[in-house]
């Protein structure tokens, strides 16, 4: 596909910056019944443990790297300047990397499977998304959320809530019984479709990174396989413009445009 290079860069990217804990995106709460008590002690006390919630952003420099089981691992190397710049690198071993950007104005691909694309459409709307700026693990109170009980994750015993959105059951987060914090979350309907295999994402190695309790590993379990993403550096020292310019042969792609 002729973007999948930049999906690929897109979704790793989303989980680094975006809420590795899972928020969720915003609901209507007119189309949701009321949520239980219980419910929403689980996620005060979530939101209480972490630290800040709703802090933004103030990473400039994060290095995730991707396995997808034993394999050797896909780097992923992101530098932001919210509310409109952001640069990933992409590296796959053997190949050469996969840089994808947006100054501001234009957002652009270079990739040795599609060669140079200017990005249009959904993939630019994504990548100005991640550009912008961002807050850090907030659950929307306009979605209904359910206390399902205790349960029991990876060997972790949990408090599970499960959120519905117009009227239909959305996913279910899991809360660690002993610390309060998220553990995992069951993604039960994407776009409004019910997912065909729910995926599990577990969290894990939570760090103080910025001043709020951040989980540094996801582990996404699919169909029988996990993919393992971990956060193994992040600073928020300032970065140069030269970073986010346009290069050269991209500048020289538009000069041909019409």
Do not use: C
């Not at 973007?3 to 609901?27: E, F």
């Not at 103030?58 to 050797?72: A, G, L, N, Q, W």
């Not at 300047?81 to 234009?106: A, C, E, F, H, S």
């Not at 959904?122 to 991640?130: F, G, H, I, M, Q």
């Amino acid at each position: 596909m002729r973007h999948s290079a930049v999906a690929r860069a897109t979704i790793v990217a989303a989980i680094l910056a975006g809420p590795a804990a899972g928020a969720a995106q915003p609901g209507n709460a007119a189309l949701a019944p009321p949520s239980d008590s219980q419910a929403r002690a689980i996620v005060d006390r979530h939101e209480k443990a972490i630290g800040q919630p709703g802090k933004p952003f103030k990473y400039s420099h994060t290095i995730v790297e991707m396995r997808f089981s034993d394999s050797v691992a896909t780097r992923t190397e992101t530098y932001r300047r919210p509310p409109n710049k952001i640069l990933m690198v992409v590296t796959v071993p053997g190949m050469r990397p996969t840089r994808t950007g947006y100054d501001g104005k234009v957002g652009w691909s270079i990739s040795p499977l599609t060669g140079i694309v200017i990005l249009e459409g959904e993939p630019l709307d994504s990548l100005r998304a991640l550009s912008a700026v961002q807050t850090q693990h907030t659950i929307d109170k306009t979605f209904s959320l359910s206390s399902l009980g205790p349960d029991t994750i990876a060997g972790r015993r949990v408090n599970a809530v499960l959120v519905v959105r117009a009227k239909r059951d959305t996913l279910t987060f899991f809360f660690d019984d002993e610390s309060g914090l998220m553990a995992g979350m069951r993604v039960l309907r994407q776009g409004g479709q019910a997912a065909d295999s729910p995926a599990l994402m577990l969290f894990s190695d939570y760090k103080r990174l910025d001043g709020v309790f951040m989980p540094t590993k996801l582990t996404v379990r699919f169909r029988g396989r996990d993919v393992v993403t971990e956060t193994v550096h992040f600073d928020t020292r300032p970065i140069h413009d030269s970073t986010f310019a346009l290069p050269a042969a991209v500048r020289a792609v538009l000069a041909r445009r019409p």
